[in-house]
């Protein structure tokens, strides 16, 4: 997995008041936890943009005014008008200690069902994943290759070294389902209508009377 380097700021103060002159100087308050202590510190909105405004998960070698630590993203809040970073928690990565993280979900070949009409539904983006950061993947690849119409792949059927899935077990991550396409049969053609039998030619004169 790859790792994104954070510079930060410690903050002097912790309360509302220093947080909203942070933010008003495009800084986002930020605490990490985790470790032996808890670190409160600023760090400028742009330099988030390649750890939360991306699709990829990355670690984060932070860097607070010369003390540097190994942390992975916990939670972002953000405001519910204007969109902007409000505050950031790091978890502190300890040698040893799993963590939990949230895994983009990709997958990977051709569906034969998908060939024959059917339709690729990934019905989770991404999957909650307890383990060793050194264990942590990129991306969760899920091989579709052998998946017919009908045919899913649940939590419950992945399996990576040192990965624990924190979802249901139950819980369908891709499956192909039947579409309109598979389920219409072809219309009936009609018939064609038997040629009508030739009309008996009528006698043209009477039996003649008997005598």
Avoid: W
């Avoid at 008008?81 to 990709?106: C, Q, R, W, Y």
């Amino acid at each position: 997995m790859k790792s994104v380097s954070i510079s930060g700021s410690p903050r002097a103060n912790v309360g509302k008041t220093d947080a909203t002159a942070l933010r008003n100087s495009k800084r986002v308050p930020c605490v990490l936890y985790g470790g032996k202590e808890q670190v409160h510190f600023s760090v400028l909105e742009a330099d988030f943009k390649d750890l939360i405004y991306t699709p990829h998960v990355n670690t984060v070698d932070l860097d607070i005014e010369g003390k540097k630590f190994k942390a992975i993203l916990q939670e972002a809040q953000f405001h519910t008008v204007k969109d902007n970073l409000l505050h950031v928690d790091f978890l502190e990565v300890i040698a040893g200690k799993p963590v939990t993280m949230s895994i983009p979900v990709k997958t990977t070949g051709t569906s034969p069902g998908v060939r024959n009409g059917g339709k690729l539904n990934k019905k989770l983006k991404t999957l909650r994943v307890k383990g060793l950061v050194e264990k942590m993947p990129d991306t969760i690849d899920i091989a579709i290759d052998k998946l017919e119409i009908g045919d899913g792949v649940r939590v419950g059927d992945l399996k990576f070294d040192g990965l624990t899935f924190l979802n249901a077990a139950n819980v369908t991550v891709v499956n192909v389902q039947v579409t309109r396409v598979v389920v219409e049969e072809p219309k009936a053609v009609a018939p064609v209508a038997a040629a009508a039998a030739p009309a008996t030619p009528a006698a043209d004169a009477k039996a003649p009377a008997k005598k």
